[in-house]
């Protein structure tokens, strides 16, 4: 399952927002109903996870994770908390909760931002802020692929 794409959106008063018609779309392909939200642990957005890949995610994780050590269930508890689980409406829509939207800086304009198998929502300001300076993106991309230490 592959997302493409940057979409602007408007939150409305009740804390609705139509998800794009595209990612939509390769829900439907794949099947995929059930969602996931949860705030990002790095930056100031929402992530949102088609169930499938929710639970590769928290699978490989907990996997990772030794149940018996207090520091890494610390780190499971903080990964699934606050996490929200939904279908959207008969319009596309899903409600995004008032907390969410202050954690994330969301007010009222949006942008999805597809990363391969998820989504992320950004405010915004956050969104035009975090993507302003990309001068060190082509070096850090060929470091990456070069497989040297970023």
């Not at 602007?8 to 939200?37: C, H, N, Q, W």
């Not at 907990?62 to 610390?74: G, Y």
């Amino acid at each position: 399952m592959r997302f493409f794409g940057d979409f602007s959106a408007k939150v409305d008063v009740k804390g609705r927002v139509i998800l794009p018609a595209a990612f939509r779309k390769v829900l439907e392909a794949e099947g995929e109903r059930t969602l996931y939200m949860r705030i990002d642990f790095y930056q100031e957005c929402l992530i949102i996870y088609p169930e499938s890949v929710w639970n590769r995610d928290l699978d490989e994780l907990e996997s990772k994770l030794n149940k018996w050590n207090r520091k890494h269930q610390d780190i499971l508890r903080k990964y699934v908390a606050g996490v929200e689980k939904f279908e959207l409406d008969g319009n596309g829509r899903f409600l995004i909760n008032k907390r969410k939207m202050e954690k994330a800086g969301i007010k009222q304009d949006i942008i999805f931002q597809a990363v391969t198998d998820k989504i992320e929502v950004w405010g915004l300001e956050n969104y035009q802020a975090h993507f302003a300076d990309d001068s060190d993106d082509g070096e850090e991309l060929e470091a990456a692929m070069a497989g040297l230490e970023l």
